[in-house]
């Protein structure tokens, strides 16, 4: 199995930047080929897709309310998979969850993904 862990949530201000890291534990066998998203959730609202990375990194993608502001980026040797969010703005208020699936049909969907992480708080302030 792979277990995810999120880190680096935080309060912020707008226009500020913050840095979400993903560790995935579980050995290479589980974890190797994985593609990694990134989901958020504000209060009262559906979970929505915000980034997406294929286990080679060599493609990208984007909700276009983050399009040019956040960047999505994996190492693969340390398991780790990381979400840079400048230009915060208020509306990006939200728990960011890190996922994990292998060759995901649609890597927009939450449905297509297996593996969760629990989580963390981003709290933009104006």
């Known amino acids: 199995q792979v277990q995810l862990v999120e880190s680096g949530g935080g309060l912020v201000q707008a226009g500020g930047s913050l840095k979400l890291s993903c560790v995935a534990s579980g050995g290479f066998f589980h974890t190797a080929g994985l593609t990694m998203g990134w989901f958020r959730q504000a209060p009262g609202k559906d979970r929505e897709f915000v980034a997406a990375?294929?286990?080679?990194?060599?493609?990208?993608r984007y909700a276009d309310s983050v399009k040019g502001r956040f960047t999505i980026s994996r190492d693969n040797a340390k398991r780790t998979g990381n979400l840079q969010m400048n230009s915060l703005k208020p509306e990006d208020t939200a728990v960011y969850y890190c996922?994990?699936?292998?060759?995901?049909?649609?890597?927009?969907?939450?449905?297509?993904?297996?593996?969760w992480g629990q989580g963390t708080q981003v709290t933009v302030s104006s």
């Open positions: 996922a994990a699936q292998r060759n995901p049909a649609d890597q927009t969907a939450t449905g297509e993904y297996s593996y």
């Open positions: 990375i294929s286990w080679s990194g060599d493609s990208t």
